[in-house]
């Protein structure tokens, strides 16, 4: 069993007040703050420096859109769909993704602290050298995400989707994948060092090695 531990959740106010994504036009700086913005499709947006927080995304669909260097704090996307978007060179603290689409989501160069990706299809998502210190990815797909040179410290993997995740230059020290399925991975044996897996994946990896196991 993945080994678990504690991460800040999204505070947000009990009550919070309709807005709507363009309301930030009207500000000096492009910012919202405790609001909820439900049931809308934001479309061709490109905006640097995007602050964000205590806002609630549902059911919203990202359509072409970059927000490099955004700012997220307690955050939640709740059946978003983020499709392509780009978080680039993101801040991103106490962030929820639930039962979200993230395919091709761009997280390069990302920070993120105390975020939960739960139920969500990351597919191809790109977290190439990003930091990733207490996050949790739960009951994901994953498949052909990019962790290129990340750095991580206190991530969990519980039952997601790994394969062909590329794990390149990253260390896996510490990292539970023991729940997880995979039929490939792009990894190298030193950076398997420490990396916690089942039995039925350690006879996998033992064939890198070029070893026989018989039971």
Known sequence: MAKSFKIESPKLP??????????????????????VIENTVI??????????SKVHFKNVRFIDVTFRKIDLTDVIFENCDLSNASFCEGLIHRVTFENCKLLG???????????????????????????????VFYHSSLQSANY????????????CDL?????????????????CRFERL???????????VSTEQAVGFASLLGLIVRE
Not at 14 to 35: R, V
Not at 43 to 52: A, K, V
């Open 14 to 35: 009990l009550t919070l007040a309709k807005a709507n994504f363009q309301d930030i036009f009207y500000e000096e700086d492009p910012f919202l703050s405790e609001c």
């Open 43 to 52: 479309d061709n947006e490109y905006i640097e420096r995007l602050i964000l």
């Open 105 to 135: 989501l761009n997280l390069a160069e990302a920070n993120l602290g105390n975020v939960s990706f739960n139920h969500c299809n990351a597919n191809l998502c790109d977290f190439s050298d990003t930091r990733l210190k207490q996050v």
């Open 148 to 159: 290129f040179e990340c750095n991580f410290n206190k991530v969990l993997f519980n039952h």
């Open 163 to 179: 394969n062909d995740v590329d794990f390149s230059q990253t260390s896996l020290k510490g990292i539970d994948i023991s729940t």
């Open 186 to 196: 792009n990894v190298t044996l030193e950076s398997l060092k420490g990396c916690e």
